[in-house]
């Protein structure tokens, strides 16, 4: 079954610090990876995506790993803001399908002052 | 202006009733979707569109409905609500298999 999970469910940090999202999947057959930043009632905005040959993609602070060998991504933001405060979450679409993404839960992340 | 709008932003209602969600895009996509998202939970796709003619279901459609009238419309409908139907709504819109563009969403409760 295609799954995409994430991990940790939810994390507090202080503003200034660094932080790694984790995401583990089990699709197949894989065809890019995509994380989205989702604020908090508002739709999902892209931040990286990543193909299969790609296993580093920088967006700002924001940089996305890719190692399909394992099947496993992070996302790793530097000196956090307050405006990072938000879900993140890790989609994974299926190659040769035309329209499924799985999609994981969701990474809560709350930047304290 | 919004490139994916939606309306309403927020509806209340009572089981039973029908209701009907609106998508309207400016970004000349021909693919359109809904999804609901539930507190903790991951998107879920209820229905796609590839184009006009072209409508699909997706991993929970059953107590949906939709309908795309134009390339640029995509309404979404429940034709008899029911409480666990509360959730956050959101449409999409993409280009063959690209980025997906997300509207604002509609909180939509069933009492």
């Known amino acids: 079954k295609n799954q995409v999970e994430q991990s940790p469910q939810s994390l507090i940090i202080l503003e200034g610090k660094n932080c790694t999202l984790q995401?583990?999947?089990?699709?197949?057959?894989?065809?890019?990876l995509r994380w989205y930043k989702q604020d908090t009632g508002r739709g999902p905005v892209s931040l990286t995506i990543?193909?299969?040959s790609e296993n580093t993609k920088s967006n700002g602070r924001y940089t996305a790993t890719l190692d399909a060998d394992t099947k496993q991504s992070s996302l790793h933001i530097t000196a956090s803001q307050l405006s990072d405060s938000a879900s993140y979450i890790c989609v994974v679409s299926v190659q040769d399908s035309n329209y499924q993404l799985i999609w994981g839960a969701g990474t809560k992340l709350i930047i304290k002052p | 202006d919004a490139d994916v709008t939606q309306t309403p932003r927020n509806r209340i209602t009572k089981t039973g009733k029908r209701i009907m969600l609106e998508c309207s895009q400016t970004?000349?996509?021909?693919?359109m979707y809904w999804y609901r998202q539930d507190p903790g939970l991951g998107l879920q796709l209820i229905y796609y569109s590839f184009d006009v003619k072209d409508i699909n279901k997706g991993e929970i459609s059953d107590g949906y409905s939709v309908s795309r009238q134009a390339q640029a419309k995509f309404s979404l409908s429940l034709e008899s609500a029911i409480p666990n139907q509360t959730a956050l709504y959101f449409c999409?819109?993409?280009?063959?298999?690209?980025?997906?563009?997300f509207g604002p969403g509609t909180r939509l409760t069933v009492l």
């Open positions: 990543m193909t299969f």
């Open positions: 970004k000349g996509h021909d693919r």
């Open positions: 999409a819109t993409s280009a063959l298999t690209g980025e997906q563009f």
């Open positions: 995401c583990n999947y089990t699709v197949s057959p894989f065809s890019n």
